[in-house]
């Protein structure tokens, strides 16, 4: 009975093995920050894309998929350098949204070059910001 389940323990572990070696095969890692306008810039220069679906409402919604990772940050919120004092007394930093709809995204396969080549016809990728809002682990 050991030496059957030895045997099998060892063909899982090849066949997992093998289809980790299988799935790390084409894997290019890159990030990318995308800035649009607005939501509804941004999906439409993503239009017809795999990232872009719709949910059962109807709405256009983005998704990661095997070849790409979306973060999608939306409006980000700053500092103005300005400090506000509440009814009690209390100070904090007044906040303002930044300009723009942001999303990140993670090349994960060559297979997403067409929705970065597009996002980069549309003039919408930037330079990665010295300290990102959000990003990928």
Known sequence: MNDELNAFSSDVQFDVAEEAQE?????????????????DALLTA???TDIVSEDEDGNKVLHSTKSIGV????????PTGNTLTD?????????????GYH???????DEADSIIKKLEDA?????????PSRKFL
């Open 23 to 39: 799935i790390a095969v084409g894997l290019t890692q890159a990030d990318w920050f995308v800035k649009a306008d607005s939501r």
């Open 123 to 131: 003039k919408l990728t930037i330079d990665p910001p010295a300290t």
């Open 46 to 48: 993503l239009d017809r």
């Open 71 to 78: 973060d999608e940050v939306g409006t980000i919120y700053a």
């Open 103 to 109: 999303l990140n995204l993670r090349k994960m396969r």
């Open 87 to 99: 009814d009690d007394g209390n100070e904090y930093p007044e906040i303002a949204p930044v300009t």
